[in-house]
């Protein structure tokens, strides 16, 4: 499937949002300071230089809320274990027992095509097309107990994405009913820009290099939710991989010097309190992002990491001249440059739900640029120190069918949707590698150790950041919920009972 048509901004906010194309907002706005060129019933899709001011009314929706909730001691008494989290996320669900868990013994139906290779770690295999993980595995540890409920793709992505299902019941009807609201939980890098807010001019989230969108369905999950545009991770919608990858938005016009900016800046809020009078929530809600956008467009630091030319040759070829590759090298320049938490999508919306040629996608394609993309990143995280600082993560939304199915239509086999067992891989910040954590049964269909959830892998990631246990939000409902809902994955750092 190909990417929605309409993204064409290499840094744009959420489609339901107007916070993350600021900066580029912000260099039109230096122009003018009229908020009568604004033009509000424009569309609100793409935020690029010539239509950032095109500020939709959902972009402030849910602003006034977060004077309603407020971190409960967010960083106090925590102990951080990560500076930086990465998450890879492979959507459309990745097969566990093609990839991570593979099943020998188990009839052909169930095993599939693909043999299982030794490792690093005594005693582990996984999938024969992840040679380099293979080889890398004493880094590595493998989760292979993870389960949830949702076998639909955008409720699952919420609950990976957020650690907890959608807060408003959504109608069983149809998908329409299930896309992205600004009444969804937080993502993490929302959630974290909301309980540890920065003044640095470094985004407290960035995901990369696609949104999750396909015709007029947009997964859920992706952005701050009910917590208000303002704290939106930033979006970036190019592929690095392209010669002429570049993030327009984060630099300042040819006649804007830094002294300018500051000039302007005291302008815009002498205005600002001459009319604090009038003010509305929309009107107070595009002060506070014109304050983050300042930030950035002052700051250096996050436009230098998008520079991705200014890597090697070798390096880029060690990653892969792909997207996925390329990808994963940029992210591990915003990690670099101190982005606590980068997301990389591997694909868009489905590019893992192997429904027909499970075995061809994955070994002539999905699995060899993966298996490389990875193995650079953690030659580099390692070689640059900073594997020890930083948690990394790969993981999709669900794992596949044990047993192999052919859809109505289709001559070639494939898996279907399983969310009752799946893995994922955690590395880096403490992580003990070498090690499976948990066991399914013969057919990978469902734990017969401990089970690990969603709401354990998001307090796991919360908790390597040194978020304070105690930290809370309330939702659209008015219930207060822990942001850490669930449980730490201690066999990570411990080794025990894994």
Known sequence: MDEHPAVTACCRPSPNSATKGLPAMLNSFLRTLDPARVDWT????????????????????????????????????????????????????????????????????????????????SGVMVGEHMPMLAQQLDRWSIVRTLKHVEGNHLLAMHVALTGRPTPVPRSTASDLDRVESRHDFPNFAAALDFVRPRHDGIPSGVSLPNYFIEGPLTWPGQHSGFLGARHD??????????????????????????????????????????????????????????DVAFSLLSSDKVAKAFEIQQESAETRDRYGRNKFGQSLLLARR????????????????????????????LKNTLLPQLDRGLAALMDDLSDRGLLEDTLVIVMG??????????????????????????SALF?????????????????????????????????????????????????????PNHLLNG???EPLYSGLNA
């Open 42 to 121: 424009a569309p609100r899709y793409v935020l690029d230089r010539r239509t950032a001011l095109q500020v939709g009314a959902t972009g402030v929706v849910g602003a006034s809320l977060p004077s309603l909730v407020r971190p409960a001691n967010a960083s106090s008494g925590a102990t951080a274990r990560a500076k930086s989290v990465l998450l890879v996320v492979l959507s459309g669900g990745p097969s566990q027992l093609d990839i991570w868990d593979p099943k020998p013994g188990a009839p052909a139906e169930i095993r599939g095509e693909f043999a299982p290779i030794h490792t690093a770690a």
């Open 233 to 290: 991770p930033w979006q970036i919608n190019q592929d690095p991989n392209d010669p002429n990858f570049k993030v327009d938005a984060l630099s300042l016009p040819g006649d804007v010097a830094a002294p300018r900016l500051l000039s302007r800046r005291s302008l815009l809020e002498s205005v600002n309190r001459a009319e604090s009078d009038l003010q509305t929530g929309r009107t107070a809600a595009l002060a506070d992002q014109y």
């Open 334 to 361: 915003l990690v670099e440059s101190g982005v606590p938490l980068v997301q990389a999508a591997m694909g868009i919306v489905q590019t893992w739900d192997t429904h027909v040629d499970n075995w061809g996608r």
């Open 397 to 422: 939304e669900f794992g596949r069918t044990p047993k192999v199915s052919t859809l109505t239509g289709q001559t070639v086999a494939g898996r279907d949707h399983w969310p009752y067992a799946y």
């Open 427 to 479: 590395a880096g910040a403490g992580v003990r590698g070498g090690q499976t954590i948990g066991q399914t049964d013969a057919i990978a269909a469902y734990p017969v150790t401990r089970a690990w959830t969603p709401p354990d892998v998001c307090t796991t990631i919360f908790d390597a950041l040194g978020v304070s246990h105690d930290a809370m939000v309330i939702d659209p409902l008015g219930r």
């Open 487 to 489: 449980e730490v994955i």
